[in-house]
Each structure stands twice: as structure tokens, then as C-alpha cells.
């Protein structure tokens, strides 16, 4: 990766081509093996051909759908399709369980069980990707599970203090997480739809980010929480990840685009001016890069800095240009594409560092596939924002 290579601005950087000609086909070429079922889940450039083993996750499964369903409509004369209709099969055929809703955490190939439990954070993902595989391809298969599904969260998983369990264990802690893409899933879906529902579904979930995961006064969102959402006790519940910040400013933004709510426009705006204020290196020693974790009073706990905050502080930056016409915004924009070419993405062969230090030394080489999901989407919001 040429991280001595400075790139002073956007205007050269990788775009919507880029996207359909190197990203997506490498990653269909390494994430989809010949003649093995799902996608592979963890790929090390310096092992290629190394054997990816035979157990698969719902969550990657979900994601990768997700992501060739997008490429598809991105470019719909590539091989993404195909791509996607290998997870998906091999979603509704191994990884759900009974057709009611229920999906297994993970399975072998042959679709035996490895991890029983049905999980939220994975439920949140199969609800996106059914949006996104059906917007790619008509089947309304996929509406019919994400009916299941949401089904299956609405009778089994709610929660009497609001929102939902982490899993059909109950694990605890509970964490914002999984409901933060709940809200991804039902905007998707409501789009994808036309129907109101999903919206519904989606002012329930800002109305608990309003009243219970984030503190409007200091705009911090926590991470972990006890049964009743209160701050998990001792270090876990001081955690604030600004990559979340900007992740709900983008969501919160959109759903006031979807629904007129401008409470979810202001806590947009108070999550962000946080992020802003304590999440962000200047890159005077190191990447120009969102911090992976901060405390409550802003504190940097966690120096290190992975690349799925960067691509959410990018959807945040995007979002605010659109919606809010922030001069500011786009002037970080162009500097954050910058950081994230230099140090993280190859754009030679869409590989990318998952982790750096503070002064950008690399300090994760083996990438999770799942990542690629925040790298798409937010490349993906850029050439859209910018078409319109």
C-alpha cells in the first residue's frame, strides 16, 4: 500500500468505475470459492489460496448479499448477481432455521449447527440484505422472510424495559448496536417497500436512541448497558465509539429526510458535534482518522483506529452536504477520502488495512470480509450524493 503517497484532495480518488471494475470482482473472486457453499469469512493477502475452513456466520452471509445486491444496481452488466444469489440461497437454505424467523449465529457448509442461538445484531442484517436482495432482483422471497423475521423479533425478543434482547439467550450486556441496525434495516425496507410499517418500526427504534442509549446534553451515545438501560457498570459503560456518532448522525438524517423528524435531525446534530470535537485525529502524526474509542467526558481511550469508523464519518459528512448544506462538512469530506486512500484502501486491488495505529502503522493485515459492507455503502453514498 503506497501510505507515503499523499493524496491532497478527492478530486483523484477512486469513484463509481472504480467500484465495478476492481472492487467488486476482486472481492467476488475472493469471497465466493468454487464449488463451496457461502462466502469466505476472513482473507489474509499474504495467504490468498489459504483454505477458508467450513464454518459461515449469518452476519457475513447477510452483509455480503447486501453488498453484491448493491453492486448490481451500481452496475448491473457485472457479475454481482450471481455473487448475491449464492449467499442468498445459501442463507435461506443453511442458515435459517424452520422458516419462522429464526437464524442460526453460525453453521457448517452443509448447514449443520455450530452456534445455536438466534442473535439481534445478525436479525438486523438479514432484514437489510432481504431489503437490498429484493430491490436487486424482484424476488419476493426475500420480503417474505424479512416478514418472518421481523416477526420472529417482534414476539420473541422484545424487551419489557424497550427495545430488544441481544440474543435468544439473553445475553447481557445489552448494547446499542444491534438496534442502531435495526434502523438501517427498516429504512432500507421501507424503501424498498413503499410501506409505512417499516417506518413505524424505525421512529420506535430513534424514539429509544432519544430516551434511553443516547445523553442528548453532553451528545454522547453509550455502547453497553444493563437490563434496564442503564450504563453498563465500570469501564464498559464509559465506552463511546465516535465511528457509532457518525454512523446514527448519517441514519438519524435520513430518517428525518424519510419522516419529517426533526428531534432526530437535533440529536444528529448533537451526536455529531461530539464525534467532531473528541473523535477525530488531526493527522498531524498519522492518518487523519476517527479514534476507535473515547470515554463519556471525551477522553481518548483507544488511539488505535479501524477503518469502518472512517467510512461512517464519510456517510456523516455526505449526509450533512445533502441535507444540510454544510460547507464544513465537505471540506472534511474530501480530506477524509484522502486519509482513507492513503492509509488504508489500495486502490490497485481493493484491499485495505482493517486497523492502524495512531501514526498509521498497520497493526490488523488480515481483513474481516465483513468490513467491506461500511467500504461499498459509503463509496456507494458518495457517487450517489455526488450524482445528485
Same mark, same amino acid.
Given at each position: 500500500?503506497?501510505?507515503?503517497?499523499?493524496?491532497? =484532495?478527492?478530486?483523484?480518488?477512486? +469513484?463509481?468505475?472504480? #467500484?465495478?471494475?476492481?472492487?467488486?470482482?476482486?472481492?467476488?473472486?475472493?469471497?465466493?470459492?468454487?464449488?463451496?457453499?457461502?462466502? $469466505?469469512?476472513?482473507?489474509?493477502?499474504?495467504?490468498?489460496?489459504?483454505?477458508?475452513g467450513? *464454518?459461515?456466520?449469518?452476519? *457475513?452471509?447477510?452483509? #455480503?448479499?447486501?453488498?453484491? +445486491?448493491?453492486?448490481?444496481?451500481?452496475?448491473?452488466?457485472?457479475?454481482?448477481?450471481?455473487?448475491?444469489?449464492?449467499?442468498?440461497?445459501? #442463507?435461506?437454505?443453511?442458515?435459517?432455521?424452520?422458516?419462522?424467523?429464526?437464524?442460526?449465529?453460525?453453521?457448517?457448509?452443509?448447514?449443520?449447527? $455450530?452456534?445455536?442461538?438466534?442473535?439481534?445484531?445478525?436479525?438486523?442484517?438479514?432484514?437489510?440484505?432481504?431489503?437490498w436482495?429484493?430491490?436487486?432482483?424482484?424476488?419476493? !422471497?426475500?420480503?417474505?422472510?424479512?416478514?418472518?423475521? %421481523?416477526?420472529?423479533?417482534? +414476539?420473541?425478543?422484545?424487551?419489557? !424495559?424497550?427495545?430488544? *434482547?441481544?440474543?435468544?439467550?439473553g445475553?447481557?450486556?445489552?448494547?446499542?448496536n444491534p438496534?442502531?441496525?435495526? /434502523?438501517?434495516?427498516?429504512?432500507?425496507?421501507?424503501?424498498?417497500?413503499?410501506?409505512?410499517?417499516?417506518?413505524?418500526h424505525?421512529?420506535?427504534?430513534?424514539?429509544?436512541?432519544?430516551?434511553?442509549? $443516547?445523553?442528548a446534553?453532553?451528545?454522547?451515545?453509550?455502547?453497553?448497558?444493563?437490563?434496564?438501560?442503564?450504563p453498563?457498570?465500570?469501564?464498559?459503560?464509559? *465506552?463511546?465509539?465516535?465511528?457509532?456518532?457518525?454512523?446514527w448522525?448519517?441514519?438519524?438524517?435520513h430518517?428525518?429526510?424519510?419522516? &419529517?423528524?426533526? !428531534?432526530?435531525?437535533?440529536?444528529?446534530?448533537?451526536?455529531?458535534?461530539?464525534?467532531?470535537?473528541? &473523535? #477525530?485525529?488531526?493527522?498531524?502524526?498519522?492518518?487523519?482518522?476517527?479514534?476507535?474509542?473515547?470515554?463519556?467526558?471525551?477522553?481518548?481511550t483507544? +488511539?488505535?483506529?479501524?477503518?469502518?469508523? !472512517?467510512?461512517?464519518?464519510?456517510?456523516?459528512?455526505?449526509?450533512? %452536504?445533502?441535507?444540510?448544506?454544510?460547507?464544513?462538512?465537505?471540506?472534511?469530506?474530501?480530506?477524509?477520502?484522502?486519509?482513507?486512500?492513503?492509509?488504508?484502501?489500495?486502490?490497485?486491488?481493493? /484491499?485495505?488495512?482493517?486497523?492502524?495505529?495512531?501514526?498509521?502503522?498497520? =497493526?490488523q493485515t488480515?481483513?474481516? $470480509?465483513?468490513v467491506?459492507?461500511?467500504?461499498?455503502?459509503?463509496?456507494?453514498?458518495?457517487?450517489?450524493?455526488?450524482?445528485?
Amino acid at each position: 500500500m503506497k501510505s507515503e503517497e499523499a493524496l491532497e =484532495t478527492a478530486a483523484g480518488l477512486p +469513484s463509481k468505475a472504480w #467500484l465495478s471494475d476492481t472492487l467488486i470482482p476482486a472481492w467476488i473472486a475472493r469471497a465466493v470459492r468454487p464449488g463451496r457453499a457461502g462466502y $469466505v469469512e476472513m482473507f489474509d493477502p499474504a495467504d490468498p489460496d489459504r483454505e477458508p475452513g467450513p *464454518v459461515r456466520t449469518t452476519l *457475513v452471509t447477510a452483509r #455480503l448479499i447486501y453488498v453484491f +445486491s448493491h453492486a448490481h444496481l451500481l452496475d448491473p452488466q457485472g457479475h454481482a448477481l450471481d455473487a448475491a444469489r449464492h449467499g442468498f440461497a445459501f #442463507l435461506r437454505d443453511a442458515c435459517r432455521e424452520g422458516g419462522q424467523g429464526r437464524f442460526l449465529h453460525s453453521v457448517r457448509e452443509d448447514g449443520s449447527a $455450530v452456534d445455536v442461538r438466534t442473535d439481534l445484531y445478525d436479525l438486523a442484517f438479514v432484514l437489510f440484505a432481504m431489503a437490498w436482495y429484493h430491490r436487486a432482483t424482484r424476488d419476493d !422471497q426475500a420480503l417474505a422472510i424479512a416478514d418472518e423475521v %421481523i416477526g420472529f423479533i417482534a +414476539s420473541e425478543m422484545a424487551h419489557p !424495559q424497550g427495545g430488544f *434482547v441481544e440474543d435468544t439467550l439473553g445475553s447481557l450486556p445489552r448494547r446499542q448496536n444491534p438496534h442502531m441496525h435495526l /434502523l438501517e434495516a427498516f429504512h432500507a425496507l421501507a424503501e424498498a417497500t413503499g410501506e409505512r410499517r417499516w417506518l413505524d418500526h424505525a421512529d420506535a427504534i430513534v424514539r429509544l436512541a432519544r430516551e434511553r442509549l $443516547v445523553d442528548a446534553g453532553a451528545g454522547t451515545l453509550g455502547e453497553y448497558f444493563t437490563d434496564d438501560w442503564q450504563p453498563a457498570p465500570g469501564a464498559a459503560g464509559m *465506552v463511546c465509539e465516535p465511528g457509532h456518532h457518525f454512523e446514527w448522525t448519517w441514519l438519524l438524517l435520513h430518517h428525518w429526510r424519510l419522516t &419529517g423528524d426533526t !428531534q432526530a435531525r437535533d440529536l444528529a446534530e448533537r451526536l455529531y458535534d461530539f464525534a467532531i470535537l473528541h &473523535g #477525530l485525529d488531526n493527522g498531524a502524526a498519522g492518518p487523519l482518522a476517527a479514534f476507535d474509542v473515547v470515554d463519556r467526558s471525551g477522553s481518548i481511550t483507544a +488511539s488505535t483506529k479501524l477503518l469502518w469508523p !472512517q467510512t461512517e464519518a464519510i456517510k456523516a459528512f455526505l449526509a450533512r %452536504i445533502e441535507f444540510l448544506d454544510d460547507a464544513d462538512a465537505a471540506t472534511r469530506l474530501d480530506r477524509h477520502l484522502a486519509s482513507l486512500f492513503r492509509w488504508f484502501v489500495a486502490p490497485e486491488t481493493g /484491499l485495505w488495512f482493517n486497523q492502524v495505529a495512531r501514526d498509521g502503522t498497520p =497493526t490488523q493485515t488480515v481483513i474481516p $470480509v465483513r468490513v467491506l459492507y461500511h467500504l461499498l455503502l459509503a463509496l456507494a453514498e458518495r457517487e450517489r450524493v455526488r450524482a445528485g
